[in-house]
């Protein structure tokens, strides 16, 4: 098993700027993809972020390509997802997910087995 923990979420302004963190614990896997959703009660879990445990690959969603950031700290076991210039439509809960595996679809919740309990981030107008 993969136990997650997001942190970092709060409510912010419209052009600030906030960091959300990702602990990861217990198993491990040698070739495995960390990756941020977000979603509001509206709408599907929608893919945000992804970063390969290396390093190496970093997706990101159209949205927030130029505003976002994801980056990895292996020593600590932790992922980051980095969000400036943040918009009111950015308001959703974030959630942490991780896939054991780098050959499934990057953008889809199925490709991932193990979430966190998500973290709510609010941008007011």
């Known amino acids: 098993q993969v136990q997650l923990v997001e942190s970092g979420g709060g409510l912010v302004q419209a052009g600030d700027s906030l960091r959300l963190s990702c602990a990861a614990s217990?198993?491990?896997?040698?070739?495995?993809?960390l990756a941020w959703f977000r979603q509001t009660p509206a709408k599907e879990r929608e893919f945000v972020a992804a970063?390969?445990?290396?390093?190496?690959?970093?997706y990101y969603a159209d949205s927030v390509k130029g505003r976002f950031t994801i980056s990895r700290d292996n020593a600590k076991n932790t992922v980051y997802l980095q969000m400036n210039s943040l918009k009111p439509e950015d308001t959703a809960v974030y959630y942490c997910?991780?896939?054991?595996?780098?050959?499934?679809?990057?953008?889809?919740?199925?490709?991932?087995?193990?979430w966190g309990q998500g973290t709510q981030v609010t941008v007011s107008s």
């Open positions: 970063i390969t445990w290396s390093g190496l690959s970093t």
């Open positions: 997910a991780c896939s054991p595996t780098l050959y499934t679809p990057v953008e889809r919740t199925a490709s991932y087995n193990y």
């Open positions: 217990g198993r491990t896997f040698s070739n495995y993809r």
